[in-house]
């Protein structure tokens, strides 16, 4: 529909008597012409964070981008209003960052999901992607391009979230290191601005918009589509678990993985095993028997607080340029040079399916015991290489305090070369290209943690954060999906790139409509 046409049949002056101060949508729904807009829903104020729950004057359920147009049209022109508009993915934020307080909430999961996969027949005349719009999961469009055969090529963790909501942070699992973040193997957008103008942008195309959007905290406008890169899909992985008792010799052997290994291997990431629970996130497919060797260790070592870090990695069953790679042999190669305790390591075979839904098995297994939607005061730091051993002392001194630690402490290497620097993503000033990827991703089980004791971990997190930024520390950290409040902690966070995001703030959304859960800028009207 012609988007002048589809403008006419707005109720235009109902609209802006409505928006007028004080611009509150609570008495009913409301209906302007194409334009309905909800009272709210139960998903509007909240997230996976259950920290924030700030509630929306009004949700939109939008069927097309148009719609997400004509409302930020209409809100960027009145200068009677001061709604702000949030996009809403899945609403796996920590903390409020969906979230639009008195504002309006557009729930992205509405738009009629549309997955177009393009096979390249040969690579010379470019590669194959898939178009698909922003609210749809990942895990709908791995599903529809195994059906062809194909896949994307970078991951997160967890596949329940939206195209549209890990490419405004950046989308970072086991493949980082090779393929690069999810932001960096998307070639297309097409972005709603904050001013409601409907743009296709690309590296080559309205370039500022397409690299401010990624990884842009959704400051500049909303993903209605995007184009995301495809490979040919493996059938099988093989999945490796080692074990170390030494925190130096773990993170050598994780970067020598993602270094010189890096055309070998196909995933890696590392924990540290803290207690009997960190075995059993997202092992299903591990024997038993692994688990059992550690309480032995445990108890050994209990006086001596020694911890157990473990290096995950796998091999995919693919092609290279002479056939099918051999697992078994390129195993023992990558193992042969690697240090790990010799009798803890364990590898087994699962469907590349299986493999990338692992963490969906964990959510299965929380559910049932209640324990999925709860609290989560989750921390995520980029930490320099060169700083790593101090931040896992700062980590686990800190925690240590908390002998009950529920949650899983990820941390493996990335490689900072295969970030696009043009993009609004944010990593650590550091000059070597390898930095740690650490997420300390706690739950607080209602049952033995009460409000106090969540404000407690949450005040954890915020020391560990602020000593880990702090120059004067020697570690130079930088929060991933980062939460500040306040102006100069953004403009602390950003440095550099700060002048920029804010020239491409007045570029896109001069009136700082967009995301206000993000707490950068104040709106403006
Ligand atoms: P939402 O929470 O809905 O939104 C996040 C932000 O993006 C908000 O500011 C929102 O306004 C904005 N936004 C949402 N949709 C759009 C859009 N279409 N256009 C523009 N802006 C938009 N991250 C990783 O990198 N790797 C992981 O392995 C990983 N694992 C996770 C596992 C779990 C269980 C959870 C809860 C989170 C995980 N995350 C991971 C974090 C996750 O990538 C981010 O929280 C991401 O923003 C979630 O996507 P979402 O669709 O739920 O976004």
């Given at each position: 529909m012609e988007f002048a046409l589809f403008c006419t049949r707005v109720n235009f002056l109902a609209f802006l008597l409505a928006l007028s101060s004080p611009c509150k949508f609570i008495q009913s729904p409301m209906d302007f012409g194409p334009l309905k807009l909800l009272q709210?829903?139960?998903?509007?104020?909240?997230?996976?964070?259950?920290?924030y729950f700030n509630t929306p004057s009004a949700v939109l359920r939008p069927q097309s981008p148009e719609e997400i147009s004509v409302l930020l049209s209409l809100l960027s022109a009145s200068s009677f209003c001061e709604a702000t508009v949030a996009a809403r993915g899945?609403?796996?934020?920590?903390?409020?960052?969906?979230?639009a307080l008195n504002g309006i909430v557009v729930e992205m999961d509405s738009l009629p999901s549309s997955i177009k996969i393009h096979r390249s027949a040969d690579r010379t005349f470019g590669p194959s992607y898939a178009d698909v719009?922003?609210?749809?999961l990942w895990v709908e469009l791995l599903k529809e391009t195994l059906r062809v055969g194909l896949t994307p090529r970078s991951w997160t963790d967890?596949?329940?979230?939206s195209i549209g909501g890990t490419l405004s942070n950046g989308g970072i699992s086991g493949q980082t290191f090779k393929y690069g973040p999810q932001i960096s193997n998307v070639i297309q957008l097409d972005v709603v601005t904050g001013s409601g103008e409907l743009v296709t942008c690309s590296p080559s195309k309205s370039s500022d918009l397409f690299f401010a959007v990624l990884g842009g905290l959704g400051q500049f406008g909303i993903i209605t589509s995007a184009r995301i890169l495809l490979q040919e899909a493996p059938h099988k992985v093989k999945w490796v678990r080692a074990f170390y008792d030494d925190f130096e010799t773990f993170t050598k052997d994780q970067e020598l993985l993602v270094v010189s290994m890096r055309d070998k291997v196909d995933y890696v990431e590392g924990f540290i095993?803290?207690?009997?629970?960190s075995l059993h996130s997202s092992s299903f497919a591990f024997p038993a028997n692994m688990s059992s060797i550690f309480p032995q260790l445990f108890q050994q070592n209990t006086s001596s607080n020694i911890h157990y870090y473990c290096i995950e990695f796998a091999i995919y069953d693919q092609h290279d340029k002479k056939g099918f790679i051999n697992v078994g042999q390129v195993l023992e190669e990558i193992s042969n040079k690697m240090s790990f305790m010799s009798s803890l390591v364990s590898s087994v075979e699962v469907p590349y399916f299986d493999f990338l839904n692992r963490v969906n098995i964990e959510e299965v297994n929380l559910r049932r015991i209640g324990l999925w939607d709860v609290a989560h005061p989750w921390l995520n730091m980029f930490v320099p290489k060169a700083g790593i051993t101090k931040f896992r002392d700062l980590m686990l001194q800190t925690i240590s305090a908390s002998p009950t630690f529920e949650g899983p402490i990820l941390l493996y290497p990335i490689l900072k070369d295969k970030w696009n620097s043009n993009s609004s993503a944010v990593l650590p000033d550091s000059e070597d290209n390898v930095v740690y990827i650490v997420g300390m991703l706690r739950s607080a089980n209602p049952n033995t943690c009460s409000q106090q004791c969540l404000e407690n971990l949450l005040q954890q997190n915020h020391q560990i954060a602020k000593t880990a930024i702090d120059p004067g520390m020697g570690i130079g950290g930088k929060q991933y999906l980062p939460h500040y409040t306040q102006e100069e902690q953004w403009r602390a966070h950003f440095g550099g790139k700060w002048q920029r995001f804010l020239a491409r703030k007045s570029d896109f959304d001069p009136q700082n409509i967009?995301?206000?859960?993000?707490?950068?800028f104040k709106r403006k009207y």
């Open positions: 709210t829903t139960n998903t509007a104020s909240l997230d996976f964070g259950r920290i899945a609403g796996h934020s920590i903390n409020g960052q969906a979230q719009s922003g609210g749809t967890y596949l329940y979230l095993v803290l207690n009997e629970g967009l995301a206000p859960g993000q707490a950068i």
